[in-house]
């Protein structure tokens, strides 16, 4: 017997550019390893492997959650951590977390029924996977940081075998 083929997927608002760009030259100039395999965004569904027939289950759920929700903005502003839980620091999503919330929820509630590793809490990653000194200057670095912009969209990525992630599906926000 041989297992279904099997996909990584994640759900996220992408941070458009010029400011997603910014973001990850920032997140490599800290020395994160992965800053060029992972576009700048907000996750709302995080890596979750699902195979053929989950996914395309999956792909209709996202369809109908951003069928139910209206394009909105977000205003990410000044830095936060994890830490002592987790060497990350970050940009706050300093408005729009009620509709982030709401989304990543709801995606969750379909097909693919994914338990969190840690209670949700939008955000746009800028240090990880770095020492300490490098995770204090991307804390006071960007702590001034901030920028608006309207959310449209999210997007499902897929992880490439050369573990770059990558958007293959749009779902357009088109609720009232």
């Not at 992965?34 to 996202?62: K, M, N, Q, R």
Request: glycine fraction near 8%; proline fraction near 8%; aromatic fraction near 10%.
């Amino acid at each position: 017997m041989t297992s279904a083929p099997s996909t990584t997927i994640g759900v996220s608002i992408p941070v458009p550019e010029p400011h997603g760009e910014y973001l990850q030259a920032r997140r490599a100039d800290f020395g994160d390893p992965s800053a060029w395999d992972i576009p700048a965004h907000i996750t709302l569904l995080p890596p979750t492997l699902v195979d053929e027939e989950t996914y395309a289950a999956f792909l209709g759920h996202c369809r109908t959650v951003a069928s139910a929700h209206a394009p909105f903005d977000v205003v990410l502003r000044g830095t936060g951590t994890f830490r002592p839980l987790s060497d990350v620091v970050f940009i706050q999503v300093a408005q729009g977390v009620s509709v982030c919330e709401a989304l990543e929820v709801e995606l969750r509630a379909g097909p693919v029924l994914r338990k969190l590793d840690f209670y949700y809490h939008p955000h746009v990653t800028v240090a990880h996977n770095v020492g300490e000194v490098a995770l204090d200057r991307a804390f006071s670095e960007l702590a001034d940081y901030s920028v608006t912009f309207r959310v449209p969209a999210f997007h499902l990525y897929e992880l490439g075998t050369d573990g770059v992630w990558r958007p293959v599906h749009e779902f357009e926000l088109s609720g009232g």
